[in-house]
């Protein structure tokens, strides 16, 4: 009971930590499993034991017999199954053929060049050195995110590093799988006309498994033959049926046939889709913290002297300066993205969990055939997983500022609220060079501003984490324009610190507004103008209009005229092509043929 307790505090422990320290989780879960573990038993044990024995040797462990190898598999099961979820044809559509590239051209590559250099490096078979670089093709959404969530980066290439993160995860797990059960299809007599038939009838399975179950769980789902409230709960017992009944069925189908019901549901229009996925999310969290300790703890001191040698140095060096560059490289040829985003896009390539999780199961299975040179497998991918992870987490910011890829100034700017005036005001700003996001629960809003050529996001900024989208980490400017005053002044309680860097604005409240008294320095436009001022001033004259001035009196002379006029608001001043929100203007820099831009009725 102890163990297990344990075991759980410190794998959420292990995330807080990471959380703190904004670095992959994956580090401080496999570190505390190789100190409870094999460092334990070598170094500050009296009696040689580990201090968490996940197996069972007759005076301590978790479990008994086979118990740790089901244990594994279910969690890694219900992991590839979340992964699967991420995987949308939509997405791979969207995101431009620089990362289309990365997920398929670059991942021949490291799958070819990597096996190469492990075959002729530690001497092992074609068989495991390709099962080797079938794993490492994986980065992963859970290492890239704390990294970049650290470093401002021009939009192009945080998107190209995230969404190659989320994409490539149930990809390179897929791979993986097929290459693992290739080999144990062919055991001692190699690859015989039996074991290719078992082989192809092991992806006949899965494959069919999983789009069937799929299928059926949508149906259910849509059809609402499964209350709300056991929603998620009967969900995940059809993974892991899924999972069971395919290994029955064809021995180790179960892993490709979760995956595949992964990415039909992600592909499938489901109700309550969000709702599953946020559920598997949180699911996978409480799963990976025990199963990394446990894994490393699993691994003993005889693994990592395997490793411990100058061969390992050259591989991880191969791996990191020659197989991610040439990938990345060849993927990116004729991109527009200049050659240090190139070189940063190339160093920051961390192996994941996925990749460690499936070593560790992979490399159990192996041993157990009696693969020779299967010991070397987890230690292996461990190695480039820790590796990895710690030589990006330390050296991502200071090489983004070396080559110049790092943010100096966050200009972007997020609207809370997508509302037909905060469309027309967006739009404005695009056409001026002005990268803007409109976020909104209203999904209808959120579609209007996407037709528009606008980024908008459907979000609830009460529920959604917005801190970890890397894709907003150019953003220095937050602007709430809800029709509500108290999400306005939530919105900026709770982002300014993280997207209001260069201001933090809202619209004026209604009691600002009879008052003609801002209790704040925060108020967007003006005192006298709430969001149902501007919303009707908008639907009147939907028209933003520009209006010279020629010096500093002569910009406070007009601004006057405009908030005078009952059907006009002022916005910005535009300089140089450079747009400024009035509350940040200095009357002394105004220059002559600046100009107020304003919404509403046109003023000669």
Do not use: C
Not at 502 to 522: C, F, H, I, Q, W
Request: proline share 3%.
């Amino acid at each position: 009971m102890l163990e297990l307790a344990g075991i759980i505090i410190l794998g959420i422990l292990a995330q807080w930590v990471a959380w703190k320290l904004k670095i992959p989780a994956i580090l401080p879960l496999i570190l505390i499993g190789l100190l409870v573990g094999p460092v334990a038993a070598e170094f500050f044990s009296e009696n040689g034991s580990k201090w968490i024995e996940p197996i069972w040797n007759g005076k301590k462990g978790l479990f008994p017999g086979e118990g740790l190898f089901y244990f594994v598999s279910l969690a890694i099961s219900i992991i590839l199954f979340e992964g699967g979820l991420t995987l949308k044809k939509s997405e791979i559509n969207n995101v431009g053929p620089v990362i289309t590239k990365l997920i398929t051209l670059g991942s021949v590559v490291t799958f070819f060049l990597a096996g190469i250099f492990a075959h002729y490096i530690f001497g092992l078979g074609w068989d495991l050195s390709l099962l080797f670089s079938s794993l490492i093709i994986v980065t992963g959404p859970t290492v890239i995110s704390p990294i970049l969530r650290n470093i401002p980066l021009k939009k192009d290439v945080a998107a190209v590093l995230k969404w190659e993160g989320i994409l490539i995860d149930p990809i390179g797990a897929l791979v993986a799988v097929l290459v693992f059960e290739f080999i144990s299809v062919g055991g001692e007599d190699g690859f015989t006309q039996t074991a290719l038939i078992e082989f192809f009838k092991i992806v006949l399975f899965g494959t069919s498994l999983g789009f069937v179950f799929a299928k059926a769980l949508i149906f259910f789902i849509n059809r609402k033959f499964v209350p709300h409230y056991l929603l998620n709960v009967v969900s995940l017992s059809m993974v892991l049926l899924v999972f069971v009944l395919s290994d029955l069925l064809a021995h180790e189908s179960g892993l490709l046939a979760v995956v595949v019901m992964g990415m039909v549901i992600a592909n499938s229009k489901l109700k309550s889709f969000d709702e599953l996925l946020y559920f598997k999310e949180s699911l996978t969290v409480l799963l990976i913290s025990i199963l990394f300790i446990l894994l490393a703890a699993n691994m003993d001191m005889s693994q990592l002297e395997l490793i411990y040698n100058w061969k390992t140095v050259l591989l991880f060096a191969l791996v990191v300066f020659v197989v991610r560059p040439l990938g990345v490289f060849l993927s990116t040829h004729k991109s527009t993205l200049k050659l240090n985003e190139k070189i940063f896009i190339s160093w920051v390539g961390p192996r994941g969990i996925v990749a460690a999780g499936i070593a560790s199961l992979f490399g159990t299975k192996l041993m157990k055939q009696g693969v020779e040179g299967a010991n070397y497998i987890t230690p292996l991918v461990f190695m480039v997983v820790l590796g990895t992870v710690l030589l990006n987490a330390t050296t991502a910011r200071m090489l983004a500022k070396m080559i110049g890829v790092f943010l100096k100034k966050s200009e972007a700017i997020v609207f809370v609220g997508a509302s037909r005036s905060a469309r027309l005001i967006a739009k404005f700003l695009i056409d001026n060079n002005r990268r803007v996001i409109l976020l909104d629960s209203n999904k209808d809003y959120v579609n209007d501003a996407k037709e528009m050529g606008i980024e908008a996001f459907n979000i609830d900024i009460y529920n959604d984490n917005l801190d970890s989208n890397v894709e907003l980490s150019d953003v220095g400017y937050l602007i709430a324009m809800t029709g509500s005053d108290v999400i306005n002044k939530y919105a900026l309680e709770r982002f300014s610190g993280v997207f209001g860097e260069m201001g933090a604005y809202r619209l004026a409240t209604s009691r600002e507004v009879t008052s003609r008294k801002p209790e704040n320095s925060d108020t967007l436009f003006t005192a006298n103008d709430d969001y149902i001022n501007l919303t009707e001033t908008i639907r009147d004259y939907p028209k933003i209009n520009e209006l010279k001035v020629t010096s500093s009196e002569d910009f406070k002379g007009k601004v006057t005229i405009i908030n005078e006029n009952s059907k006009a608001i002022p916005l910005f001043l535009k300089s140089n092509s450079q747009i400024k929100i009035l509350a940040e203007v200095n009357e002394q820099d105004i220059k002559e043929n600046d100009v107020i831009v304003y919404v509403g009725e046109e003023i000669a």
